[in-house]
């Protein structure tokens, strides 16, 4: 913007300040090369020698816009597209507690139950069938409920999904499904795996009580186009070595066909990557 204050005096001395207002930051500077983005403030000031109190002032202002270059735009536009997340939106009995039925179902028949017996609800001639099945219904539901072993997390990526069906190994298919669902009566997830893998108690071993627990499971495809099912571990008194001299156990368990990587994350997190071989092993079309 370029505002000129004049007089109507003939003779005057001019001074000039060129101010740049930047629209971005909101603020004047007075950088005369860095104009990029910025309004100019010019202050022409006409002062007579002599000027009299009564004497009006006129004040022209003149506003004139610059355009912004466009080279300057921020770095946070420019972004690489990120990778398809699928979400496991199908239904199915092995996503479904048994222990939350079953405990629902029993307490609510023993609720209705006793309320129909005391005549506090209708149907009283009914309170005996409710009592006597809703008594062994929540009896089981609490024990299912405390035997019960959630499912982990499954990050699944758009490229791996297509991936899966056809060049996933069994055995990845079978450990994918396996830790997806409800478990009932196991310590943990893979427990039978990880115990022939860490020899838990034996020779060479590692404690019971420093086993890795699995923590989400991730579906993805290497570099070279090849699908891997990555298992996430937390193990807080494990070192990154305890996992990689057991990197030949983890390719012989799983395998065939896989080729097993360790690799470390953050918060004593280890992953597991058992690429499967499938891809390389196909015959080309």
């Known amino acids: 913007m370029t505002a000129i204050i004049s007089s109507p005096a003939a003779t005057a001395t001019t001074r000039t300040a ?4 930047d629209v971005q930051f909101g603020r004047f500077c007075n950088n005369r090369n860095n104009n990029k983005g910025c309004c100019f403030l010019s202050v022409h000031s006409f002062s007579p020698p002599k000027l009299s109190p009564k004497q009006p002032h006129n004040v022209k202002l003149v506003f004139l816009t610059k355009a912004a270059d466009s080279s300057q735009a921020s770095s946070s536009s420019s972004t690489t597209p990120s990778k398809t997340i699928v979400t496991d939106d199908e239904f199915s009995l092995a996503k479904v507690s048994f222990g939350v039925i079953g405990l629902g179902f029993g307490v609510s028949l023993l609720s209705y139950g006793f309320g129909a017996y005391f005549n506090i609800l209708p149907g009283s001639e009914w309170s005996a069938i409710m009592l ?5 219904l929540a009896i089981i539901g609490m024990a299912l409920k405390y035997a019960e ?3 982990v997390p499954c990050l699944t990526y758009s490229d791996a999904e297509m991936l899966r069906e056809k060049y996933a190994t069994p055995i990845l298919k079978q450990v994918r499904n396996d830790v997806i669902r409800y478990r009932y009566g196991d310590e943990q997830h893979l427990d039978e795996a990880l115990k022939r893998i860490f ?7 590692v404690p019971r009580r420093n086993a890795p627990i699995l923590q989400m499971i991730r ?19 494990l070192q990154l070595s305890d996992f990689e001299k057991r990197q030949g156990k983890f390719t012989s368990f799983f395998g065939p066909d896989i080729t097993a990587e360790i690799g470390k994350g953050e918060n004593n997190l280890y992953e597991v990557r058992l690429i499967s071989n499938l891809n390389a092993n196909a015959s080309p079309s």
């Open 199 to 205: 020899q838990y108690g034996l020779g060479g071993g």
């Open 219 to 237: 579906e993805q495809v290497t570099e070279d186009g090849k699908y891997c099912l990555v298992l996430v571990f937390q193990a807080k008194a």
């Open 149 to 151: 072993l959630k499912p």
């Open 132 to 136: 006597t099945y809703g008594f062994p």
């Open 18 to 21: 060129i101010f740049n207002y």
